[in-house]
Antibody, heavy 122, light 112 residues
Framework: QVQVVQSGTEVKKPGASVKVSCKASGYTFTRYGIHWVRQAPGQRLEWMGWINAGNGNTKYAQKFQGRVTFIRDTSASTAYMELSSLTSEDTAIYYC???????????????WGQGTLVTVSS | DIVMTQSPDSLAVSLGERATINCKSS????????????LAWYQQKPGQAPKLLIYWASTRESGVPDRFSGSGSGTDFTLTISSLQAEDVAVYYCQQYYDTPLTFGGGTKVEI
């Protein structure tokens, strides 16, 4: 069965970086995309971008361009999201979610990680 | 960016009654050549990740009870829970995947 498991809670100081992992199992990792979505307290879900787990190509939402990096380790079926120059406004739950198979434009998310709480506080 | 607006923000429905949630996009999410609406619905229970309910505006995800249905086209969409059950208490979100950035509605909280 498909599972997506994320790394645990992070507490960071302003200006620091955070790296969240997302380990997939139960399917061929390289055939699908992994998207990153965050949910700040009281805010709507916010899409950050995605990585093609097969070829490593990425697309970032303009809001995060230059501050976020997605990578993947195909040998570990794991995707990573690194966000730098953190501020209090980055305090949120960060989710990874499986997107469609490569080559499809049906970017809805059928399996989600459990979420990683990132708290930015001095 | 395509702005997704949901209404109402919250609603209280009696057990067994119908719940209707609306979602409006700031531009059409209908791709005419395929006649597909690039619209999905999710359910999020407290402390949990969102769960996919509906995609292509009206296709139910495998395992989702048939009391959940999606309808609409173009810019106006509806999620209907035909007979509310206690386990349906949650926040529901619509999402467009017609264009990037992918965007979500603000959510509708459904209570008993």
């Amino acid at each position: 069965q498909v599972q997506v498991v994320q790394s645990g809670t992070e507490v960071k100081k302003p200006g620091a970086s955070v790296k969240v992992s997302c380990k997939a199992s139960g399917y061929t990792f390289t055939r699908y995309g992994i998207h990153w979505v965050r949910q700040a307290p009281g805010q709507r879900l916010e899409w950050m971008g995605w990585i093609n787990a097969g070829n490593g190509n990425t697309k970032y939402a303009q809001k995060f361009q230059g501050r976020v990096t997605f990578i993947r380790d195909t040998s570990a079926s794991t995707a990573y999201m690194e966000l730098s120059s953190l501020t209090s406004e980055d305090t949120a739950i960060y989710y990874c979610a499986r997107g469609p198979p490569a080559g499809y434009d049906s970017n809805y998310f059928d399996f989600w990680g459990q979420g990683t709480l990132v708290t930015v506080s001095s | 960016d395509i702005v997704m607006t949901q209404s109402p923000d919250s609603l209280a429905v009696s057990l067994g009654e119908r719940a209707t949630i609306n979602c409006k996009s700031s531009q059409s999410v209908l791709y005419s050549p395929s006649n597909n609406n690039y619209l999905a619905w999710y359910q999020q229970k407290p402390g949990q990740a969102p769960k996919l309910l509906i995609y292509w505006a009206s296709t139910r995800e495998s395992g989702v009870p048939d009391r959940f249905s999606g309808s609409g086209s173009g810019t106006d969409f509806t999620l209907t829970i035909s007979s509310l059950q206690a386990e349906d208490v949650a926040v529901y979100y619509c999402q467009q995947y017609y264009d990037t950035p992918l965007t979500f509605g603000g959510g509708t909280k459904v209570e008993i």
